[in-house]
């Protein structure tokens, strides 16, 4: 069973930056796709970017020129860089990936939350 680890959410003001971390408990080199998602309270879950195994990202236009997903494929890790943080950024966000054979798989979440 592979399993997917977030760390690094945490409060920061408007226009501050965190960066979350994804650890696979399996090379992340053999996943198709992986990504982050994100979900605010009474709200639907929404993507926020992905990555393919070929390198290739893909931004939620709400995101696109602010995020930035990137991997270590010796650490087994995804990571999501946020700069220029908005209050409507805050949410639970969630790293998922999609490897061969498996149905794609969440991690725990990790909180994120923008003050004004």
């Known amino acids: 069973q592979v399993q997917l680890v977030e760390s690094g959410g945490g409060l920061v003001q408007a226009g501050g930056s965190l960066r979350l971390s994804c650890a696979a408990s399996r090379s992340i080199s053999s996943a198709y796709l992986m990504g982050w998602y994100r979900q605010a309270p009474g709200k639907q879950r929404e993507l926020v970017a992905t990555?393919?195994?070929?390198?290739?990202?893909n931004y939620a236009d709400s995101v696109k020129g602010r995020f930035t997903i990137s991997s270590d494929n010796a650490k087994n890790t995804v990571y999501l860089q946020m700069n220029s943080l908005k209050p409507e950024d805050t949410a639970v966000y969630y790293c998922?990936?999609?490897?061969?054979?498996?149905?794609?798989?969440w991690g725990q979440g990790t909180q994120v939350t923008v003050s004004s």
């Open positions: 998922n990936a999609k490897y061969p054979l498996l149905s794609l798989l």
């Open positions: 990555l393919t195994n070929g390198g290739t990202p």
